[in-house]
Each structure stands twice: as structure tokens, then as C-alpha cells.
């Protein structure tokens, strides 16, 4: 029942995110190519969020399936992750006005960052509404491989964006939306085990 | 369980895409006549996107309810989808803008072929958990009709835009609105005899 | 099941519809009484239009409690409701930035108008699904009275506006809400004989 | 079932009113010190208000759990909730965009008073379908201490900001939060006890 509320609530929260970030693909009067080319860098940054956002709805719907009460540390780690996904739209658009110019590109990066250590927050604090055996396997190898190598790739794309090229952190952002793509079955695995 | 909160995410993103189009339509200050035919193309555009998105949404709704569970491709069909219908306000608000110009129509018609391929997908998802028999139900010969009439009226409606006159694509958008407005029950009909 | 997915939806597009509103509350910089003063009118057609929508929600939801199944004929009937008030963040808009101009309080007059026709609409098509009895109960004299009173009101408020003052319709309009503050227990109680 | 539909409604009111305040950021094209400068106050005044309609869910979420029908007093004094708070977004961007002038941080300590008492209105027509006991119990002293100490500090915040400096505001409402970040249980406490 409480379960149920707080889905909703982060279900409503996603669904928005995801949405208004198109409000901010405003096209100027006048259709000539030059007006256009101004939307090309807003789409790509849109696609890239919208893929971003899409993935952690993904994965927090997996997540929340495994609780069976929520708490209010759970709670207060749901939020703060709502919180920083909220930014998503702040920084897609800044980065799309800017033509991916390499401090907008980091600071995405750094909120991308952010995004994946309250995630990690939230699992933690549902881990521990369990038995050891249980967190044992919902942290499992797979799933906490993809942690590290998402933390490590939006890492190393801060200085890349900012002493290479910011495109190249572009293209780490969709390598690791596409690892994230193939979706973690483990979470359920482990507890289909259990109960 | 899953499949409700799939529901909900989709009411909820669809929901928002259909009620923000209205935010589009802002009016300058001064209450002329001539601020006022600037609004009357921008309303236009409105009503036919409302009713487009409005015509996924039932069709979605009798979609999933046949579904019993949810599998990843299900769930990332329905993704797509939902991308491609968070353009729809981004399309209408620049047709609109910029009063039916050609490229702005043969843009939206391309969006919306997009949208009726992304549906055709996660209903080719969804008939996979089915054993051979339901799926051929149903895909029945109605609702096939009535996507293939979609996707090659919004075909058409790409040169006529270009080449002809924009307005005639408009009056094939709302043609294929209408084909739709007359709800397909032959999915309900295919399950009951199976279940 | 069905039913559910129809209020969700519908509280979804209510709940996005009066809160985009406030979004047209803008302020430009600065904090003079100049400024100030631009929000007051604003403002006030804020309230107007929230408790205008509040009430249509309360009423959306006593009369949607009623119905046991969905067809495509209320399915339709709603989405034309929230259609028209999802036209009402516009008008708001508009009567807000032009102070309360004739024109724009006529046109929320006669979009109130067509507010209150969909709703009527809407709950003929749940009627028909009762049988004769039951339907003669839901539409009791006391709601009927309160519709056709709305209707009266807004009907005489569109020429009020445009030749005698904007302000006398705007004070019914307040008259009309305070009206539909004391919500319809008509509906239960036929049901509540019935079932 | 009518108790969810509330629920639902004021989870996505809710939802909408802490996600649009992000639309607020704008950034001006151009990447240099002085714009970057400009967000600072306007993310400051995002995060306070994130805070604050973050709180007011969880509370709502608690307060609602006890309930077990809705009557008209209790549907009318949650939207008279959801009203006040839905002017967050608006307050929250009038003292971003002004730098927390003084006249915007008091305005934003008034609606936080206004919040304040329309919870305890809600709270004072859910306790009158309790029988008396079980009132006195919801109305704890914790809780009863929390709502005092919140009005007593947002009412001091006004001259403050006015007469002293608004950033001593500004930490008070920080300090609030902090307050109800501990989450109230005695509402479930009496409730359990009881039932």
C-alpha cells in the first residue's frame, strides 16, 4: 500500500522529467536551414536524456519490485534521487543551447555522477530492509559491474569533455545508456531464490 | 503488477504530452483581430495532435489490456513509442508557428508514420508471449486494415505536402483520425474466445 | 480495471491542467509596485480557473464512481471533457495578461459554456448504461438544477461581458463555483438504493 | 477506493508542482562567469522549495495512510492544500530570479505560513472522523510541537527578511526543513494502538 504511493509518486516525477524536456526544443519563426540546424544539438541532447531518464525508470522499477515496506531512510534516498534526475532537464537543455560546449558536456556528466551514487544510495537502503543472504544477491556481480563502469566512464568523460573533445563524452553517455539497455535480471533472480 | 505500473507510466507521460501542447498556444498581449488570427493556426494544429495522441492513448489502453506480463522488449517497445509521441508537441507547436508550412507538415507526417511504425513494434512484442493462434487473432483483418491505410495515408501525405498543398496532408490527418475514432474490438473479441 | 485506467488518465490531464496554470504567472524582474501590480489580475483569474477546475474533478469523480464498465462512448465523451478544459489554461492566460479585458472574458465564458455541455454529455453516456430506473435517479432534480443554473449563468455572463462590465461576469463565475462547492450527494445515494 | 483516487490526484498535483519549478532555470546562451552567476540564487531557491514540497508529500503520505473515507470537508481542505502549494513554483522563481530580495523572501515566508495552517485545516477535518481518543492520539505532541515551532519560525522569518536580512530567512526555512526531516511517527503509532 505505502509501496504503491511512493511508486506513484516517482512514477509521476520520471514521467514529467521525461517529458518537459521537450518544451525546451523551442524551434524559432522561419523554417530556412539555419533555424533548423539550431535544432539538430537540442534533439541529440534530448535523445540522450530521454534514453537516461527512460533506463533509470527502468531499473528503479526493478528495484522497487524487490521491497516489501518502505521506510523512511528508503523514502529520504527515493527523494534525493528524484532530486537529482530532476536537474536532467536543466542540464539537457544547457548543453543543447551550447552546441555540447565542453563545460556544459562536464557538468552533465558531474549530474550524471550524481544521479548514479543516489541510485546506488536508494539500493543500499533497500538492501538493508533484508537479510544478509538476500542483499548478498541482489548485489549481485553483474549488476554492480555496470555500477562501477558507469561511474568510472561518466568519470573519465568529465576531463575528456573538458581537455579533449566534449564529443567523445557524448559518445561515452550512449555507450553507457547501451550497456544499461540489456536489463539486470538478477535483482529478480535472486529473490525468486529466496521466496 | 509490473504491467500496472507500465500503465501508469505510460498514462502518465501520455497524459502530460497531451496537455502541454496547450502552453504552445500562447498569446501575445493586445486583442486585436491580428493577435487573434495568429492563434487560430496554432489551435488547428492543436485539435489534431489532441486527437492523435488521444486515439494512441485508447488504442494503447486496448493494447495492454491483453498483456499479462511484462518483458523487457515489451517494456522498451513501449519506450519508443513514448519517444516519439513526446515529439508530437515539439511538431505541432512548429506547424502551428509557422501557419502549415509545407516542410513543417511533411515533418509532423514523418513524425506520425514513426509513431504508427513504434506501435506496430510493440504489438509485434506483445504477440510474441502469445502462443501462434491468439497472436493471428489478434492481428485481425481490421485493425491490420486500418494501420496499413494509416501508414500509407501519412505516406502520401509527405509529397502532397511538399509538392501540392500542405492543407490537403491536414485534411488526410484528420481522415485518419476519424478512421480511428471507431474503436477496434476485435482484440477484446480474440482473447474472449481464448480465455 | 478498465475503469481505473480511465480515472488515472483523467486525473493525470486534471492534475497537469491546474498546475501548468500557475506557470503562466510570470513575473518580469525587478519588484516595484509597478510589477507587483501586473500579477494581481493574474492572479485572481488563477483562483477563478483552479476552483473551476477543482470542481470538475470532485464532480468527475463522484460521477465516474458510479459506473461499473467502460465503453467507447464515455471513453469518447471524457476525452471531449478534458479537451475543452484542457483549453482552459489558455483562456486563463489570456483574461489574466489582458486584465480582464471584454473579449477575453467572454470567450471563458463561452469555453465554460462548453465545459459544462461536455460534462452533460459524459453523464448521458454513463446513464445509458443503467437501466431506466436508475438513470431517472442519478439525474436528480437537485444536479439538474445546479447544471442548468451553471449554463444560465455562463450563457448571460457572455453579452454582460461584451456590453455591460467584464467584472459582473466575472463575479458570476465565482457565484457559479460557490454554487458547485456543495457537492452533489444525489449520486450516491440513487446507487446506494440500487446496490 | 475513493481514498485512492484523492491519493492519486494530490500525488500528481504534487509531482507536477516539485518537477516544474525546474523549468525555471533557464539559461541564457553563453557559457561564461556572469551567466553561470545567474543560476546560482535561482538553484539555491530550488533546492529550498524541493525541500519544502518534498516534506509536505511525505507528511500528506502519512496523514492520508490513517484515513479511512473521504468526506467533502476533507476532499475540500486537501485542495485548499494543493492550492498553496501550488504557488511554490511561483514564489520559488520571484525569489530566484530576484536574487532573494527582501519583499520576495517575505512574500515566500507568507505562503509557507499559508501552507502551514491549510495542513492543519486538513488535519483538523480527518481528526473529526476519528472518535476522540484516536484524535488525541494523531494529535501527538511531537507533531503538535513540529507545526508550532514551523509557524512560529516562518512567522519571525517575515520581519526578518524585511527588517534584518533575508538570508537569515533563508537559513530559518533550511532549518525548518531540517526540523521535519525526522519523520513523524506518532500518527502510525496512535493509529496501530488503535487498530
Redesign the interface.
Known sequence: ??KN?L???S??????????M??E???S???NWDTFKMVIPKFISY?IS?LFV?IY??NH?HLL?TIKKVN?SI??AN?NL??WL??I??AT??MG??HF?K??VAVYALLALFCGFSYNILQAAICKTYDEETAKRLMTKQSNRKSIMSIVLYSVSIPIALFIHPFISGFLFVAVSIMW?I?DKNIEKALSVDG
Open positions: 500500500m505505502e504511493r511508486e506513484a509518486f512514477d509521476g516525477v520520471i514521467a514529467i522529467i521525461i517529458t518537459i521537450v518544451l526544443m523551442k524551434v519563426e522561419g523554417i535523445i530521454f527512460a525508470w527502468v522499477h519490485f523512511p523514502m529520504w527523494m528524484l532530486f530532476s536537474l532537464p536543466f537543455a544547457w543551447e551550447n560546449e563545460i556544459t539497455l536489463p
